[in-house]
């Protein structure tokens, strides 16, 4: 099973900043979409913001105005700026891909989850 490769999980104190990466290997072509998904224990996994490969962005309420994020569709990238952490985005964040073939099939591959911790 391909997987994509996060990175950049950690700590934070609330009020910091941290960068999330996802790569997704060159064997997976017509990538439509990407985002990242979080997920807390007992809770389902949410969306929390998602990018397309022409530049349309979705974000989750709870984090809008506080998370970026942007793709760089070259190298099959996708990032997640998160900023003003406060103790609510502690979960394991995971990045997904969605490709479309030539006959409309969609696909979807997963990273292996990073954690991010915001407490002081």
């Known amino acids: 099973q391909v997987q994509l490769v996060e990175s950049g999980g950690g700590l934070m104190q609330p009020g910091g900043s941290l960068r999330l990466s996802c790569a997704a290997p060159g064997s997976i072509f017509s990538i439509k979409a990407m985002g990242w998904y979080r997920q807390t224990p007992g809770k389902e996994r949410e969306l929390v913001a998602a990018?397309?490969?022409?530049?349309?962005?979705k974000y989750a309420d709870s984090v809008k105005d506080r998370f970026i994020i942007s793709r760089d569709n070259a190298k099959n990238t996708v990032y997640l700026q998160m900023n003003s952490l406060n103790s609510e985005d502690t979960a394991v964040y995971y990045c997904?891909?969605?490709?479309?073939?030539?006959?409309?099939?969609?696909?979807?591959?997963w990273g292996q989850g990073t954690q991010v911790t915001v407490s002081s």
């Open positions: 990018i397309t490969d022409d530049g349309k962005t």
């Open positions: 997904y891909a969605k490709s479309v073939d030539w006959l409309y099939n969609e696909s979807l591959f």
